[in-house]
C-alpha cells in the first residue's frame, strides 16, 4: 500500500473524485483507496488536502515527494488463555477500551458499573430532561459509557499516539461514521455514540466479558500487604488479580471509600463557569470557514492572573441538566450527530486552585446547592452576556436549548470579586477575537463537572503508589478530560497489565 500526500479537491466537488484524481496522477487504475486525513486550506479558494492510503500494482514505481510506502501496523494484543482475572470498575471510555483490550488479550474480565445500560439509562434521563425528576444512579453521569455517552462524543486530543487509530477503528467497526478517521474534529453525536458504546458492550458479553450493571463497588478488598485481593458490592465479594478504577469525575463516595483504605490521594486544580449560547448562524459569520462548513466551532483562551478558556464547544447543539446529586444544578453541552439545533455552545471556565478549597468535590457540590436555591427548582441560571458585564437583568435575547427552561439571574453573584474581574476581562478579549460575542450571547449555568478535583497517584507502572494491583485511570483518577484521552489512558492500562503477564 502507498500513502499518498497532498491531493487537493475543491470543497464543492464529491469525494468519489478522488479516485479519478488519483488514476489521473499515476495513470494507472489503483485496487482501492481510503482517506488517512483531511484537511480544509480556506485562505482563498476553499478546498480539501487529503491523504489517502492506495492499493495499486507495481507501488514501487510511483514513489515520491509525497508518495511514499504504508504500512499499516497491527496493533491488537496477542491472544493466549490466561490465568489472571481483572475486574474494571467503572464503564465510561477508559473502562470500555481497557476491557475491550484485555478480552482480545484473553484474561478473564468482570466489569462493575453503577449505572444502568444504555437503552434504560436514556429513558432515565430523557424523562429527566422532561419531567424533572432525577435518578440518582442512572443520568447524565452514570451508565453505560459513562458522561461521554450524553455529549458531543469529540473524539479529539492533543495527545499523539498510535493507539488512536486502535480507538478509531473500533468505533467505526462498532456503526461510527468512517469519517472520524481522518476528520479534523471528529465527533460520533450523541445520539449515535449510545449505539456505538452498546454495540462494544454486546460484542465483549458475546466474548464472555461477564457485566454487572447497577451494581457499583462499595469496597476494594486489600490483604495484608496492601495488595487488592477483589472488590465488595452490595450483592457479595468478587476475587481478582488486579483492579482497574475508572470512576469517572462524579464518583465522591468511591473516592470517600479509596480514601478511607489509605489509597494515596491529591487535591488538584479545577476550573468552574457556565455554557455560553449563540445563534449558530452567528458563529458561522464570524468564523473563516463560514462558506464551507454548516456548523463552525472556536477555541478561545484567555491569559490573565488566571487561565479563563472555551471547553466542549458543541456546534448546533444544546445545553442539558448533568446533575446526579438531588436539588443542585449541573450542566453541560451536547449535539446529535446532525449538529442541527441552530445554537452553538460551549463551556467558559475560569480555574481554580487547589489552594482555595479544602475538599473539592465540597466545594463544587456547594456551588451546585447555591444555584438550585437560586433557581428554586431544576431550571438553569441564565443571563445575557451582556447584562452579566453591567451587573444587570434583563430578559434573555433567545430562549435557551437547556430543556428544563432556565431561571434569570445575575451571575456577578455567583463568583468570587476576584474572578468576576478575570472573567469579564476574558469576555472583552473574546469579543476582539470574534466581534458581537458579548451583544449576541447569553450565560447559561453553572458548570462544575468539566474535571475532577482530585488525583489518584500512580507510579511508572500505572499502578496506586502505594497499592499493590490498583490501576487508577481516566478522568476520575485525574488522567483524562475526555472521550478520547481517557480511553488512551484505559489503554495504558490494559498494556501494562499484559507486559506483566509477559506479553505485549
Known sequence: MLLVNNIKLSVDKDESELKKLLEKRFRHKISSYRIRKRSLDARKQPFYVYSLIVEIDNEKRYLSKDVSIYKEEDLSPEYKKRSSKIIIAGYGPSGIFAAYRLMEAGFEVEVFEKGKRISERTKDVERFFKEGVLNKESNVQFGEGGAGTFSDAKLTTRIKDKYIDYILDIFVKHGADPSIRYENHAHVGTDRIREVVASITDEMIARGVRFHFEE??????????????????DKGEYPCDKLAIGLGHSAYESVVMLKEKGVTIEKKDISIGFRV???????????????????????????????????????????????????TIVTNGMSYAARDSGVANAAILIQVFKEEFNDGYQYLHELEKKAYEASSSYKALSQNISDFMKGEVHPLKFESTYPLGTSLYDFNQFFKKEDLKILKDAFRDFDQKIPDFIDQGIIVGPETRSSCPVRILRDETFQSVNTKGLFPMGEGAGYGGGIMSCALDGIRIANEVIKEDGEI
Open 216 to 233: 457499583p463497588m462499595q469496597e476494594i478488598l486489600l490483604n495484608e500487604k496492601r495488595k487488592v485481593i477483589g472488590i465488595k458490592t
Open 277 to 327: 449560547e449563540h445563534p449558530q448562524d452567528f458563529i458561522n459569520e464570524r468564523q473563516t470557514s463560514s462558506k464551507i462548513e454548516a456548523a463552525n466551532e472556536y477555541f478561545l483562551r484567555y491569559k490573565g492572573e488566571k487561565g479563563v478558556y472555551s471547553f466542549c464547544m458543541c456546534p448546533g447543539g444544546m445545553v442539558i441538566p448533568a446533575m446526579s446529586d438531588e436539588e
